[in-house]
Antibody, heavy 125, light 111 residues
Framework: QGQLQESGPGLVKPSETLTLTCTLS??????????WSWVRQPPGKGLEWIGH?????????NYNPSLKSRVSISVDTSKNEFSLRVTSVTTADTAVYYC???????????????WGQGTLVTVSS | NFMLTQPHSVSGSPGKTVTISCTRS????????VQWYQQRPGSVPITVIY?????PSGVPDRFSGSIDSSSNSASLTISGLMTEDEADYYC??????????FGGGTKLTVL
């Protein structure tokens, strides 16, 4: 069993809002050691970074500029989870969505070192 | 922002060596760490190289990473090719604002 687990709907209608949650089975989302990230992969295509949050004290968010107008990430420390919200979805948002952990090394981002299993979200009416 | 460009596909015979390149379009390749991920069909990506040239425990030493400032590129080299190496490989780095950039991916075929 991995550390990260995505949950959310497998099917969303066009123009609606998609919300996914990533729950940590151990460790804390409130840490200076990691960034918490979302990555997606459309069927048959490559990896696309969506955004991440650094939650040490007050959260700090970064988003892919191409998605920034429609996505947001939030953190719930009490539930030890972080979430992704994508508004106004279209069929182009159909993808496997992964939550992942990004390691820090000497204050610099150092790579994804843990991934959830991924969850397929299909946008269709 | 910048792009990371990888060849769409590479191939090699069992026992041979292949190299996958990852060229950064703007900014120096050695400014931020480069990682390489292997993804087999239907599976989660796994790290084969992190911080330019470091190999996680459990990854065979047949996998190696390097940075070449003169070509502004990173490379993943796999020696002693095995059929199990057949997968998609992605390079990944960051820009100065901590935004993540993935390469487009390279399909490795072991003939």
């Amino acid at each position: 069993q991995g550390q990260l687990q995505e949950s959310g709907p497998g099917l969303v209608k066009p123009s609606e809002t998609l919300t996914l949650t990533c729950t940590l089975s151990f460790g804390s989302v409130n840490t200076a050691a990691y960034y918490w990230s979302w990555v997606r992969q459309p069927p048959g295509k490559g990896l696309e970074w969506i955004g991440h949050v650094y939650n040490s004290g007050s959260p700090n968010y970064n988003y892919n500029p191409s998605l920034k107008s429609r996505v947001s990430i939030s953190v719930d420390t009490s539930k030890n989870e972080f979430s992704l919200r994508v508004t106004s979805v279209t069929t182009a948002d159909t993808a496997v969505y992964y939550c992942a952990r990004v390691r820090l090394r000497l204050g610099n981002l150092a790579g994804f070192d843990s991934w959830g299993q991924g969850t397929l979200v299909t946008v269709s009416s | 922002n910048f792009m990371l460009t990888q060849p769409h596909s590479v191939s090699g015979s069992p026992g041979k060596t292949v190299t996958i390149s990852c060229t950064r379009s703007r900014g120096s390749i050695d400014t931020t760490f480069v990682q390489w991920y292997q993804q087999r069909p239907g599976s989660v990506p796994i790290t084969v190289i992190y911080e330019d040239d470091q190999r996680p425990s459990g990854v065979p030493d047949r996998f190696s990473g390097s940075i070449d400032s003169s070509s502004n590129s990173a490379s993943l080299t796999i020696s002693g090719l095995m059929t199990e190496d057949e997968a998609d490989y992605y390079c990944q780095s960051y820009d100065s604002s901590n935004l993540v950039v993935f390469g487009g991916g390279t399909k490795l075929t072991v003939l």
